[in-house]
């Protein structure tokens, strides 16, 4: 059974930076697609990033591109999203995601299988 566990948010100031991790168990995941998503209050689910796991190839939502990367660690299964010169926007409850085979391209929420429970990361002004 495929777990996500996500850990790392909290309150950062504005111009901040914070690193969430994903940690993830119950199956291989050289084929999968990891996801970040985020959701805030009243507000649907929204991509963040996306990495291949085999390849590395990454994506990202125009409104965090050049502020956060996603990486991968094989040997520890964990995804890294590193999030730089954050914003009171970038305010969410954030989730990571996964699916088998696929590509960076799958962008909705309803496209990935499994879910961690979320982390709250909070930016304050």
């Known amino acids: 059974q495929v777990q996500l566990v996500e850990s790392g948010g909290g309150l950062v100031q504005a111009g901040g930076s914070l690193r969430l991790s994903c940690a993830a168990s119950?199956?291989?995941?050289?084929?999968?697609?990891m996801g970040w998503f985020r959701q805030a209050p009243g507000k649907e689910r929204a991509f963040v990033a996306a990495i291949n796991w085999s390849s590395g190839d990454t994506g990202y939502a125009d409104s965090v591109k050049g502020r956060f990367t996603i990486s991968r660690d094989n040997a520890k299964n964990t995804v890294y999203p590193q999030m730089n010169s954050l914003k009171p926007d970038d305010t969410a409850v954030y989730y990571c995601?996964?699916?088998?085979?696929?590509?960076?391209?799958?962008?909705?929420?309803?496209?990935?299988?499994?879910w961690g429970q979320g982390t709250q990361v909070t930016v304050s002004s």
């Open positions: 119950g199956r291989t995941f050289r084929s999968y697609i």
């Open positions: 995601a996964a699916r088998p085979y696929g590509g960076i391209w799958n962008r909705r929420a309803n496209e990935y299988d499994y």
